[in-house]
Nanobody
Framework: QVQLVESGGGSVQAGGSLRLSCAAS????????IGWFRQAPGKEREFVAT????????YYGDSVKGRFTISKDNTKNTVYLQMNSLKSEDTADYYC????????????????WGQGTRVTVSS
């Protein structure tokens, strides 16, 4: 069992930055990949980025490459999503999830999810 708690969402103007945090707890965290997804109203949950807890394997969705950075702090059991050059289309609820796969871009591979944190980008 893994518990995930997101934080750091808020409202920002286009071009601004936010850093989201995903605090994880539970057993065998090192065996999980942690992914960030987002879901805008009326849309499917979209892959944003993923990182494997035990290594530096990292992947990004095409829409955020070059603007977002995923990282982790093993001492704090926390995964971060640094979001720069935000656009109005980044507005969504952001969720972190845990998968037993080393990494995955598919939401159905993620077994555990946090409650989400809302990001609103105004133009």
């Amino acid at each position: 069992q893994v518990q995930l708690v997101e934080s750091g969402g808020g409202s920002v103007q286009a071009g601004g930055s936010l850093r989201l945090s995903c605090a994880a707890s539970g057993r065998a965290l090192s065996t999980y990949g942690i992914g960030w997804f987002r879901q805008a109203p009326g849309k499917e949950r979209e892959f944003v980025a993923t990182i494997y807890w035990s290594s530096d394997i990292i992947y990004y969705g095409d829409s955020v490459k070059g603007r977002f950075t995923i990282s982790k702090d093993n001492t704090k059991n926390t995964v971060y999503l640094q979001m720069n050059s935000l656009k109005s289309e980044d507005t969504a609820d952001y969720y972190c999830g845990a998968t037993k796969a080393a990494w995955s871009m598919h939401r159905y591979d993620y077994k555990f999810w946090g409650q989400g944190t809302r990001v609103t980008v105004s133009s």
